[in-house]
């Protein structure tokens, strides 16, 4: 899983508080990322709309109790296919 680095930033407070709602439901770090992200790849749609779809994948994966109790060679399969995921986003290289 990729490593995430913590970011501060200044907001009107009006985002804040619509951001400080997402947070009741665990939305509110997400939405930020996928916002962030869009906005660097904004030059090619596709490639954004692809790399969001596959975050997506990946938030649904890491979500998945099911996977979570499956482990292959002794690593969870939720990781592992993420992982493999994570390897398809297209970072213009």
């Known amino acids: 899983m990729e490593k995430l680095v ?13 951001l ?3 947070a009741k439901t665990r ?4 939405f930020v990322r996928d916002a962030v992200s ?5 030059r090619d749609h ?3 709309g692809y790399n969001k779809g596959l ?7 890491n979500g998945s109790k099911e996977a979570a109790m ?21 970072n213009g290289k």
């Open 55 to 61: 975050r997506d994948a990946c938030t649904v994966i």
């Open 70 to 90: 499956i482990a292959v060679h002794g690593r969870d399969l939720n990781s592992i296919l993420t992982e493999q995921i994570q390897m398809l986003e297209d």
């Open 38 to 42: 869009s906005a660097f790849e904004s």
């Open 6 to 18: 913590p970011y501060s930033l200044y907001l009107p407070a009006e985002d804040v508080n619509k």
């Open 27 to 30: 939305r509110a770090a997400s």
């Open 46 to 48: 596709y490639k954004s």
């Open 20 to 22: 400080r709602e997402m």
